[in-house]
């Protein structure tokens, strides 16, 4: 698991884009040699974040696009906050420089 404390989160992490912003960045610098099989011989990255230009708007509009594939324990569909059901990707610590 990547633990982290909620005083790890910068101030600046006001809103719930921010956040997944924040998280998938940091989950994309920890876990970039891990993959899962998601279909026959298809391994995927199981976390990938990144901005990209998009071009097919006027103005062209930088996003961040990601990608997040978490294991879930067999019952969660027997419950309602699926959260609680997430399966650990990796034991790496939260990088300093993602904590200000």
């Known amino acids: 698991m990547t633990a982290f404390n909620p005083t ?3 101030s600046s992490v006001n809103t719930l884009e921010k956040l997944i912003v924040w998280a998938s960045t940091i989950m994309n ?3 970039t040699d891990t993959t899962a099989i998601e279909s026959a011989g298809n391994a995927e990255r199981t976390c990938q974040s990144a901005p990209f ?3 097919a708007v006027t103005p062209p509009t ?3 696009i990601s990608r ?3 294991p879930l324990q ?3 569909r027997r419950q309602q906050k699926i959260w609680q059901f997430a399966v650990d990707i990796g034991s ?3 990088p300093t420089e993602y904590k200000s």
């Open 92 to 94: 790496a610590a939260i």
């Open 68 to 70: 997040t594939s978490i």
């Open 74 to 76: 067999p019952t969660w």
């Open 29 to 31: 610098d920890l876990y």
């Open 53 to 55: 230009l998009v071009t």
């Open 8 to 10: 790890d989160i910068p």
């Open 62 to 64: 930088w996003r961040v």
